[in-house]
């Protein structure tokens, strides 16, 4: 009965930036932990940025300093600005929240 849905991906170029949004629908508590997870073609989904009910946050080595995940609690929607991107965050990025994942949005870094 939750519905999340992604927004913001697409092409940049190395160095670029993005701002990735998902915003969330139906029976998803406004306090949810939340998270922001990747899938490069051939290989695992992997966990890239997350936020706690509380507001904690937490990021994979290889984008700490460059990703900030934040959240607007009264529109239930939270986001991932992506700054100095590499050609090695080229990935579908899901948003995840319990007991939902979004259906992804293409971030394609390239020249």
């Known amino acids: 009965q939750v519905q999340l849905v992604e927004s913001g991906g697409g092409l940049v170029q190395p160095g670029g930036s993005l701002r990735l949004s998902c915003a969330a629908s139906?029976?998803?508590?406004?306090?949810?932990?939340m998270a922001w997870y990747r899938q490069a073609p051939g290989k695992q989904r992997e966990s890239v940025a997350f936020?706690?009910?509380?507001?904690?946050?937490t990021y994979t080595d290889s984008v700490k300093g460059r990703f900030t995940i934040s959240r607007d609690n009264a529109k239930n929607t939270v986001f991932l600005q992506m700054n100095s991107l590499k050609p090695e965050d080229t990935a579908v990025y899901y948003c995840?929240?319990?007991?939902?994942w979004g259906r992804g949005t293409q971030v394609t870094v390239s020249s």
């Open positions: 995840w929240a319990p007991g939902a």
């Open positions: 139906g029976s998803l508590p406004s306090n949810s932990a």
């Open positions: 936020i706690a009910s509380y507001g904690t946050t």
